[in-house]
């Protein structure tokens, strides 16, 4: 299994700024990859992401503009 680290980030509905970042742990990159999307589109939706604008929750259309990803070395 391979371990990333990842930081995402963007803007929403209103141009409202947004972030998750989180760890991911699959068999390969585009594994990782895949999980990072699915976990930042769940925090997202669900009101867990960082906003920009405190106390305003960020609508779709989600735009990336930023997406980092690191492996973590054990």
Do not use: N
Request: with cysteine; glycine share 12%; net charge positive.
């Amino acid at each position: 299994m391979i371990k990333y680290s990842y930081l995402l980030s963007g803007t929403g509905a209103g141009g409202h700024a947004w972030s998750t970042k989180g760890t991911v742990e699959a068999k390969s990159f585009p594994d990782c990859l895949d999980e990072a999307m699915r976990e930042t589109f769940y925090a997202l939706t669900q009101g867990k992401a960082v906003y920009g604008v405190p106390g305003v929750a960020c609508r779709g259309p989600y735009k990336i503009r930023k997406f980092e990803m690191e492996e973590v070395v054990q």
